[in-house]
């Protein structure tokens, strides 16, 4: 169950992939995921983990809110 807060980058992928998001595909400037017709763009690989506000960010592009996020 990931808590809302700094998450790796490989943990996101892995959640949203159990959310039912396929990818990650290559695009131009950063890999993206696809679900239904939601195309939501990941950030670059970073020695840092994924912060608060940025996975904020992409949970409301991907239509997920934080209480389905913690339920995972």
């Given at each position: 169950?990931?808590?809302?807060?700094?998450?790796?980058?490989?943990?996101?992928?892995?959640?949203?992939?159990?959310?039912?998001?396929?990818?990650?595909?290559?695009?131009?400037k950063?890999?993206?995921?696809?679900?239904?017709?939601?195309?939501?763009r990941?950030?670059?690989?970073?020695k840092?983990?994924?912060?608060?506000?940025?996975?904020?960010?992409?949970?409301?592009?991907?239509?997920?809110?934080?209480?389905?996020?913690?339920?995972?």
């Open positions: 169950m990931p808590h809302f807060g700094s998450i790796k980058r490989k943990e996101l992928i892995h959640y949203l992939r159990v959310l039912g998001f396929e990818g990650p595909y290559s695009g131009r950063h890999q993206f995921m696809i679900k239904d017709e939601i195309i939501l990941l950030p670059n690989p970073h840092n983990d994924i912060g608060k506000e940025l996975l904020s960010r992409i949970l409301k592009q991907a239509k997920i809110d934080k209480k389905t996020w913690e339920e995972l």
